[in-house]
């Protein structure tokens, strides 16, 4: 795909990997949707993006709310009149010890890891199948294809979008949609603020958004359907 002028709609943009990955389609030339709850924040990666040579709006709102997600992609459409990408970005690190665990705080990452996702994908799929082109990059993670201990609700939920990815890929691949998953150990950004080693050794929230780029920009031909990223070297 050919990113200059394409629009991308971008979740969990207000810090970390979502952010990098705005700064680095802006100097593209791209079109960002910044979708979030930090307003603040959302509002100065916009202004970053925009220094950058990239057109950026916000769209502000919590993720979980399902109202918030069916409606997000026909906003994002109605402003910049077209919607190429999805990157499914949004998160959160919940982990913890089975017979210790707050089910309430499960089901809740359940709603933002995996839940969400399904309803905005739902929703965009129908605007990105107007391009011949298209693309949902749905952020996994390595706990996606192990298991560890204290690690069951986030790796169960990052199990089911690697599942989804692939049934996805495989029900619209005919159609021009790219459906690629990307599955990151350890990113140096504030949800592993209590992961223990040198965050120096850690993967580089700028290493994910290159990734991304490397997916939009892979030839219409083939699809990078799964990419593992590790760290180099241990922490």
């Given at each position: ?20 990955t ?32 990239g057109?950026?709006?916000?769209f ?38 089975f ?94 603020s209590g ?9 580089q ?20 359907t ?10």
């Amino acid at each position: 795909m050919e990113l200059n002028g394409k629009v991308i709609l971008i979740t969990g943009a207000s810090g970390g990997i979502g952010a990098a990955t705005a700064r680095r389609l802006a100097k593209k030339g791209m079109a960002l949707a910044l979708a979030g709850r930090n307003v603040k924040k959302l509002e100065a990666v916009a202004q970053e993006c925009q220094k950058l040579g990239g057109l950026a709006e916000v769209f502000p709102g919590e993720i979980t709310d399902q109202d918030y997600t069916s409606g997000l992609p026909d906003a994002v459409r109605a402003h910049f009149g077209a919607l190429n990408a999805l990157f499914n970005n949004a998160g959160v690190f919940e982990t913890g010890a089975f017979d210790q665990a707050d089910i309430s705080r499960w089901d809740a990452a359940l709603d933002i890891n995996f839940r969400s996702l399904l309803h905005l994908t739902k929703a965009a799929v129908p605007h990105l199948l107007e391009n011949a082109e298209s693309a949902v990059i749905n952020l996994s993670s390595i706990a996606g294809r192990m298991t560890f201990g204290g690690g069951g609700i986030y790796s169960a939920t990052k199990h089911a979008v690697h599942a989804f990815s692939g049934c996805l890929f495989e029900d619209l691949r005919d159609r021009g949609l790219k459906v690629s998953t990307i599955y990151p150990g350890f990113v140096d950004t504030g949800m592993t603020s209590g992961v223990e080693g040198d965050r120096s050794k850690m993967i580089q929230p700028d290493d994910v958004a290159g990734t991304l780029e490397f997916v939009l920009e892979f030839p219409s031909n083939a699809c990078p359907t799964e990419i593992v990223i590790r760290p180099q070297f241990p922490l």
